[in-house]
């Protein structure tokens, strides 16, 4: 799960798909970063943690870490935030077999239509509407993963 900061969206979109993998009973490595290096070390963003845990999920054990190339061969799929993450993450991947891993989160529910999650950084109000693009999303990929491996 890759965004700008790795405080706010993408610490979100990490605790929401492992905590459906596990529900599920799926053994996956599950992480996030973020583009950008200027939260390193940092917990996620109160608000993320409050609007996380208002939906029974913990993300305070999570730092933020930076996205780096290694990435794209330790993990089988990338998933963005937004056009801008996409564009960032996939400056990172110079063939087509890493290329193929990453996709916006949201291709997903609305495939095509290059939709981005907002960044609710600067939006106090945002972070409920993020966790819930993020659950929609997340609980899409889970499903369509298990029926196509049934
Ligand atoms: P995120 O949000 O990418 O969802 O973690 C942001 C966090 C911090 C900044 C921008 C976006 N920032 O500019 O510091």
Redesign the pocket.
Known sequence: MV??????????AEGIMRHKAIRHGLNWIVDSA???F??VGEL??QR?IATARQHGIDITGQR?RQFEAADLERFDRIFV??TQ?LRDVLRHADDGERREKVSLILDHLFPGQQRS?P????DDDGFEE?FRMLDDACESFIRDHLEAST
């Open positions: 965004c700008l900061g790795n405080i706010c969206r993408s610490p979100l973020g583009t950008g200027w939260h996620p963003d993320s933020a935030m937004d993450n999650v960044d609710p950084y600067y993020v």
